[in-house]
């Protein structure tokens, strides 16, 4: 009687542990989303907890302010830089966008040049299909990326809110 008790006792806690590995797979694949904004968070938690606990002990400072500061100074520190540098970024990719018509017809010269040099046909009525698909391909990709980027920035700050 005792080995079919304990039999039973080992079924269970195997059943227990395939669910609780079964859970934590379908949690963690349901949130991956919130894994960079986690990532993210941690570290500037561990660089400001210090400050923290300093605006808040010896300061006195309500823990609210002290954090909204703390996260105000980051914002300024971390995103106004990269910002900066998407901005201009993005002012450089406009004045390519602008001037694509000068680009175009320099590197319709430069391929005609090359397909009489080498006797080959590079640019083709397929070839430009295939390239413009791929460029609406990948603008997509990129507003994809950036929107999920700023979610997970946007995500990344309210956890360190709380963190802090």
């Known amino acids: 009687m005792v080995a079919v008790n304990d039999w039973n006792r080992k079924i269970k806690q195997l059943v227990f542990l395939f669910f609780l590995v079964f859970l934590f797979i379908f949690l963690f694949l349901n949130l ?46 971390v995103l106004v830089p990269v910002g900066s540098t998407i901005l201009i970024l993005a002012g450089k990719v406009n004045n390519v966008i602008r001037n694509s018509k000068q680009i175009i017809s320099a590197l319709n010269n430069f391929v005609h040049g090359l397909e009489q040099r080498f006797n080959v046909t590079i640019i083709s009525a397929e070839n430009t299909q295939k390239v413009g698909t791929t460029i609406a391909e990948t603008l997509g990709n990129i507003l994809n990326a950036s929107m999920n980027s700023l979610i997970a920035i946007s995500v990344m700050y309210f956890l360190l809110y709380f963190m802090l």
Do not use: C, H
């Not at 991956?32 to 990532?39: R, S």
């Not at 400050?51 to 980051?74: H, P, Q």
């Open 32 to 77: 991956t989303f919130f894994v960079p904004a986690l990532l993210g968070g941690i570290p500037f938690y561990l660089l400001f907890r210090k400050k923290m606990t300093y605006l808040v002990e010896r300061k006195n400072w309500k823990k609210g302010v002290a954090a909204v500061t703390l996260l105000f100074v980051s914002f300024l520190v």
